[in-house]
T-cell receptor, first 113, second 111 residues
Framework: KAGVTQTPRYLIKTRGQQVTLSCSPI?????VSWYQQTPGQGLQFLFE???????NKGNFPGRFSGRQFSNSRSEMNVSTLELGDSALYLC????????????FGQGTRLTVV | AQRVTQPEKLLSVFKGAPVELKCNYS??????LFWYVQYSRQRLQLLLR??SRESIKGFTADLNKGETSFHLKKPFAQEEDSAMYYC?????????????FGQGTILTVHP
């Protein structure tokens, strides 16, 4: 069974630009969560989607948004990039209804210059 | 709001020595606790969860609600245990996939 796939693996963007990251969950998984990982703040929850609906949201500004498609694939978008948005963005999938385990992707490393 | 604290950023032990990675949490309800591990150049993966009461790769963790702790223990550390370890919590109810992570502990096991 293929694992969680995140694309692209690396991104370099300029301040003020926007970026879209993609996540393909494990086949059959309907929940996708996104996390931001930085050396200073550690792993912080961004949002979680299930059946194309956002079920939970972390404490991030509105510049961070996401969506989920009918095939459970998810995208997150960050608009008006700031230097502080440089981080590893991790996606995790789980079966959905009842949380048992989150399976993580390898992440997208975003660098804002 | 819930919080997870891992007081040790770095932990070094020698092969064969016991190891304990500390995790304390604050949450007034009934949480579910997990330990995740990230080996070098690998993705973050689940090591164990408290409700399973399993021993994985020789590691065990007991949820102590009185002390609000979920320390990870192994009696005899191996070099392949060197990794970053994260303690994580999920609230009961409608938290779904929202994990709250500690800051992580880097474990180094010396030969």
């Amino acid at each position: 069974k293929a694992g969680v796939t995140q694309t692209p693996r690396y991104l370099i963007k300029t301040r003020g630009q926007q970026v879209t990251l993609s996540c393909s969950p494990i086949s059959g998984h309907r929940s996708v969560s996104w996390y931001q990982q930085t050396p200073g703040q550690g792993l912080q929850f961004l949002f979680e989607y299930f059946s194309e609906t956002q079920r939970n949201k972390g404490n991030f500004p509105g510049r961070f948004s996401g969506r989920q498609f009918s095939n459970s694939r998810s995208e997150m978008n960050v608009s008006t990039l700031e230097l502080g948005d440089s981080a590893l963005y991790l996606c995790a999938s789980s079966t959905g209804q009842v949380f048992t385990e989150a399976f993580f992707g390898q992440g997208t490393r975003l660098t804002v210059v | 709001a819930q919080r997870v604290t891992q007081p040790e950023k770095l932990l070094s032990v020698f092969k064969g020595a016991p190891v304990e990675l500390k995790c304390n949490y604050s949450y007034s309800g009934s949480p579910e606790l997990f330990w995740y591990v990230q080996y070098s150049r690998q993705r973050l993966q689940l090591l164990l969860r408290h409700i399973s009461r399993e021993s994985i790769k020789g590691f065990t963790a007991d949820l102590n609600k009185g002390e609000t702790s979920f320390h990870l223990k192994k009696p005899f550390a191996q070099e392949e245990d060197s990794a970053m370890y994260y303690c994580a919590l999920i609230r009961g109810g409608t938290s779904y996939g929202k994990l709250t992570f500690g800051q992580g502990t880097i474990l180094t096991v010396h030969p």
